[in-house]
């Protein structure tokens, strides 16, 4: 074949784009070729060049970080379903830091609620188990004066309800008031603390409990946080709470 | 199981996209002559892309496929439209095989011919001779690949081409004085 009839071929011989037949024919063609061999080594170089030329526009790093974040904020779907997990983690996280408060506060509650049991049991169990023994409420609370850092009222005690007497208690560091009252063969503790000396382990609370088969009421009147423990029926429980709480307001 | 596909496909597009991220800017900016309008029309070959993706072929060649994306989103663009426009395209389906008429001897001394002298014969090249060239010498794409690219049949691939390297020829020819 004549070096004419090879120069269109040319370069589609050096894309490596002929068929193989030819791509052999050329090569032997050119080592008897000068001319050819010449215009090939020509091309070679000017595809290099362009190679090397055509290399020239480089994108920044912003730009790709924005085809970046582009792409994988694409499938918004999904990117939904990431937030909804997410939305759905805070809350279980929150719902789960709320019932681990909740529960340490019941905790709290619970620990102060047995403390005041044992008081009970093991001031109805001590030889001496009143400072000022007397029956009457304008001796018990004046005994109080200067003892404890409050001051509060006590009912007129009535029907089979009758005052024993009182002692200082204290609940944790906190002084407080205890008085003994009986009703028929039953003894009921009542405890009086400042509500803000308990640290709020129990603020708001307003309860009946039932606590070591004792029965314990609570609530918070004036600053000062009132515990009423016994053995009696809760019926007495209530009323000797009510009376208390009458007294306060008067 | 949507929103799995979703994910699948977003994963696979940005491990077939993104290795070519810097091709496909570089290819543009030799398209639009302009750093804005070249980051604009790739970003919009990524949208679209990825918007297009379900319909792209598995096992088929992704690289022509957002290389046509790109392409196309070019020549729809005004910058696109006014290169088509000013340089219509002569009979490009001629005869591959015929050299490019040239009363030019063949031979170019490149070695007096600087980096950026190529660069701007390039440039100056009409913006569908400078693709061809580029997708085949600095892509190193296939005919059938560069076919796949610009939409067009591999005998208009090998006659542009051919009329492509002609032409870059002949302006460094007259940039080196020699013509």
């Given at each position: 074949?004549?070096?004419?009839?090879?120069?269109?071929?040319?370069?589609?011989?050096?894309?490596?784009?002929?068929?193989?037949?030819?791509?052999?024919?050329?090569?032997?063609?050119?080592?008897?070729?000068?001319?050819?061999?010449?215009?090939?080594?020509?091309?070679?170089?000017?595809?290099?060049?362009?190679?090397?030329?055509?290399?020239?526009?480089?994108?920044?790093?912003?730009?790709?970080?924005?085809?970046?974040?582009?792409?994988?904020?694409?499938?918004?779907?999904?990117?939904?379903?990431?937030?909804?997990?997410?939305?759905?983690?805070?809350?279980?996280?929150?719902?789960?830091?709320?019932?681990?408060?909740?529960?340490?506060?019941?905790?709290?509650?619970?620990?102060?609620?047995?403390?005041?049991?044992?008081?009970?049991?093991?001031?109805?169990?001590?030889?001496?188990?009143?400072?000022?023994?007397?029956?009457?409420?304008?001796?018990?609370?004046?005994?109080?004066?200067?003892?404890?850092?409050?001051?509060?009222?006590?009912?007129?005690?009535?029907?089979?309800?009758?005052?024993?007497?009182?002692?200082?208690?204290?609940?944790?560091?906190?002084?407080?008031?205890?008085?003994?009252?009986?009703?028929?063969?039953?003894?009921?503790?009542?405890?009086?603390?400042?509500?803000?000396?308990?640290?709020?382990?129990?603020?708001?609370?307003?309860?009946?409990?039932?606590?070591?088969?004792?029965?314990?009421?609570?609530?918070?009147?004036?600053?000062?946080?009132?515990?009423?423990?016994?053995?009696a029926a809760p019926e007495d429980i209530r009323k000797l709470s009510e009376s208390l709480k009458s007294a306060a307001k008067s | 199981m949507e929103v799995f596909k979703?994910?699948?496909?977003?994963?696979?597009?940005?491990?077939?996209?993104?290795?070519?991220?810097?091709?496909?800017?570089?290819?543009?900016?030799?398209?639009?002559?302009?750093?804005?309008?070249?980051?604009?029309?790739?970003?919009?070959?990524?949208?679209?892309?990825?918007?297009?993706?379900?319909?792209?072929?598995?096992?088929?060649?992704?690289?022509?496929?957002?290389?046509?994306?790109?392409?196309?989103?070019?020549?729809?663009?005004?910058?696109?439209?006014?290169?088509?426009?000013?340089?219509?395209?002569?009979?490009?389906?001629?005869?591959?095989?015929?050299?490019?008429?040239?009363?030019?001897?063949?031979?170019?001394?490149?070695?007096?011919?600087?980096?950026?002298?190529?660069?701007?014969?390039?440039?100056?090249?009409?913006?569908?001779?400078?693709?061809?060239?580029?997708?085949?010498?600095?892509?190193?794409?296939?005919?059938?690949?560069?076919?796949?690219?610009?939409?067009?049949?591999?005998?208009?691939?090998?006659?542009?081409?051919?009329?492509?390297?002609?032409?870059?020829?002949?302006?460094?020819?007259?940039?080196?004085?020699?013509?």
């Amino acid at each position: 074949m004549a070096g004419d009839e090879w120069q269109g071929k040319l370069d589609i011989y050096l894309d490596g784009e002929l068929p193989a037949d030819q791509m052999r024919a050329l090569d032997d063609h050119l080592r008897g070729c000068p001319a050819c061999a010449a215009v090939v080594l020509n091309r070679v170089q000017l595809k290099r060049e362009v190679q090397a030329a055509g290399k020239r526009y480089a994108p920044t790093a912003e730009f790709r970080r924005k085809i970046e974040k582009s792409i994988a904020t694409r499938p918004r779907r999904t990117f939904h379903w990431g937030w909804a997990a997410a939305a759905a983690l805070v809350v279980i996280l929150f719902a789960g830091a709320l019932f681990v408060s909740r529960e340490q506060q019941r905790l709290q509650r619970e620990h102060i609620y047995s403390e005041l049991a044992d008081l009970h049991v093991s001031t109805l169990a001590s030889s001496a188990p009143v400072d000022v023994v007397s029956s009457d409420r304008h001796t018990v609370k004046p005994w109080f004066q200067g003892r404890i850092p409050f001051t509060f009222n006590l009912p007129e005690p009535k029907d089979d309800f009758s005052l024993v007497g009182g002692r200082m208690v204290y609940l944790g560091q906190t002084p407080g008031a205890q008085l003994i009252y009986q009703v028929r063969k039953h003894q009921i503790t009542v405890f009086i603390f400042q509500e803000r000396a308990l640290g709020g382990r129990l603020h708001g609370a307003t309860s009946v409990i039932r606590k070591l088969s004792f029965n314990m009421e609570t609530w918070s009147q004036d600053g000062l946080r009132y515990f009423v423990v016994g053995d009696a029926a809760p019926e007495d429980i209530r009323k000797l709470s009510e009376s208390l709480k009458s007294a306060a307001k008067s | 199981m949507e929103v799995f596909k979703d994910r699948v496909d977003a994963a696979t597009f940005e491990e077939l996209a993104m290795p070519l991220f810097d091709q496909l800017y570089n290819f543009a900016h030799w398209l639009t002559q302009n750093r804005d309008e070249a980051e604009d029309l790739v970003q919009e070959t990524y949208v679209k892309a990825l918007k297009g993706f379900s319909s792209f072929q598995p096992g088929t060649n992704f690289r022509a496929w957002i290389y046509r994306i790109l392409r196309n989103t070019f020549l729809t663009s005004r910058t696109g439209l006014r290169a088509t426009m000013t340089v219509p395209l002569d009979a490009e389906e001629g005869d591959a095989m015929m050299p490019v008429a040239s009363g030019n001897p063949e031979t170019i001394f490149l070695g007096r011919a600087s980096q950026e002298l190529v660069q701007g014969a390039i440039a100056e090249l009409p913006v569908h001779y400078r693709e061809v060239l580029l997708l085949c010498e600095l892509e190193e794409m296939s005919y059938q690949e560069i076919a796949e690219a610009l939409a067009v049949p591999i005998g208009t691939v090998m006659s542009r081409l051919s009329r492509a390297r002609g032409a870059l020829r002949d302006i460094l020819r007259q940039k080196l004085g020699g013509g």
